[in-house]
């Protein structure tokens, strides 16, 4: 379609010319015939006028009446013919004129075709040019922003060449990041693999010189951590691949933390803590149940590991907007370095429980996330770690 209209702009631009030169030749030729015709007949009635004096009114009279047409009375009289003359006879000495300038316009028309076909196939070449250099410099790494010039055919395609250029350009630093991501996450693992088996071997050798049950309860200890951080990562390439299913109801808040609150109770009663949830009266997210539960398990975790033997508070509130769920503990806070980072995959902070792999924060971002929701970590004013989520509306 788009050659046929290059055809054709070609065409209607020859076309065009064509007819203006035409034009222009038309009324040339006019001018030169009317100056001739002139003369010619100045020339007849001047020598008619010098030979008989007498003619010069009849001269005049006739004059007048033919310049407002040729009389109806003369119309039927071919008096040149009638004496042996042709219409060649007065215009043979003109046609090397006449046939000069049917020339020149006939080669200025040519001129101006070939001069528009090779300026538009240069200017043709010229984008073809620019945009072979804009994909070597692409395929070399420097390329910069493509800048559209002109509207037509070329722009569209160099507007499409910049958006696959720009989305592979994305896709590559995507896929660097994905390598990154994936060469710190396995060296991660290994490192949290590898403590818990050299604890394990270490005391795997200490029962075989002394035997004492505190040996077993370590390596016990040890295989339950590494079954742990076997659920987290299964449960972290299920996100990483998008496999992670979420099934989404309207749940109530305070039905929500109970249920965390209930799961967590054997760790509460060991660490003598206890867990103070308001009633908060009817407040719906539409939310996971069982995946939101989870999260919101392994902040509470947090809280418990150290509020020291307090209390894990919860509160909530919600707004057209929000639906803001609040966890805190009354122990000594984050430390401010560790804020930024506590999201981190397997980030332990200096104060960080002794048992813990650092998946379980990471984790219920990722969950809430997934859900509309954000999540953030501060410290109270009075003290004590406190996380904030938001679920919202819209």
Not at 103 to 112: E, I, P, Q, R
Not at 228 to 250: C, F, P, V
Not at 252 to 258: G, Y
Request: aromatic share 8%.
């Amino acid at each position: 379609m788009s050659g046929r209209k290059n055809i054709l702009a070609v065409f209607g631009l020859v076309l065009s010319v064509s007819l203006l030169i035409s034009g222009i030749s038309a009324i040339f030729v006019s001018f030169y015939y009317s100056r001739l015709q002139f003369n010619l007949l100045n020339a007849v009635c001047g020598e008619i006028a010098k030979r008989e004096p007498e003619t010069w009114d009849l001269i005049s009279t006739v004059l007048k009446d033919c310049t407002n047409g040729i009389p109806s009375s003369a119309a039927g009289h071919d008096i040149l013919s009638a004496l042996g003359y042709r219409a060649a006879d007065f215009s043979a000495s003109n046609y090397r004129k006449i046939l000069l300038l049917a020339a020149v316009a006939f080669l200025t028309g040519v001129f101006l075709f070939i001069f528009t076909f090779l300026y538009r196939n240069q200017a043709e070449a010229a984008r073809i040019h620019a945009l072979a250099e804009y994909l070597e410099q692409v395929n070399t790494g420097k390329a910069a922003v493509l800048s559209i010039s002109g509207e037509d055919d070329f722009s569209k395609l160099e507007d499409e060449i910049y958006k696959t250029v720009t989305y592979l350009y994305q896709t590559k630093d995507a896929a660097v990041q994905a390598k990154n991501d994936f060469a710190e996450n396995l060296s991660n693992i290994a490192h949290q693999i590898k403590t818990p088996i050299t604890a394990v071997s270490l005391s795997i050798q200490m029962m075989k010189q002394e035997s004492s049950s505190k040996h077993l309860e370590r390596v016990d200890k040890q295989i339950s951590r590494l079954a742990r951080l076997e659920e987290a990562l299964l449960l972290l390439s299920r996100i990483d691949a998008g496999t992670l299913s979420l099934q989404k109801n309207e749940t109530d808040v305070f039905t929500l933390l109970v249920l965390a609150a209930d799961n967590l109770q054997e760790l509460f009663t060991n660490s003598g803590a206890s867990a103070d949830i308001p009633e908060l009266g009817e407040m719906m997210v539409t939310i996971d149940l069982d995946w939101t539960m989870e999260a919101v398990m392994n902040l509470m975790k947090n809280c418990i590991e150290h509020c020291k033997g307090g209390k894990v508070h919860c509160s909530g509130s919600q707004n057209p907007l929000y639906t803001e769920i609040l966890i805190w503990d009354n122990g000594d806070g984050f430390l401010e370095k560790d804020i930024p980072h506590l999201f981190e995959r397997f980030y332990r902070g200096k104060n960080a429980g002794e048992g813990g792999i650092g998946i379980g924060l990471a984790l219920a971002k990722e969950i809430i996330e997934r859900q509309n929701g954000i999540i953030r970590a501060k410290n109270m004013p009075d003290g004590g770690a406190c996380f904030e989520i938001r679920f919202y509306s819209h």
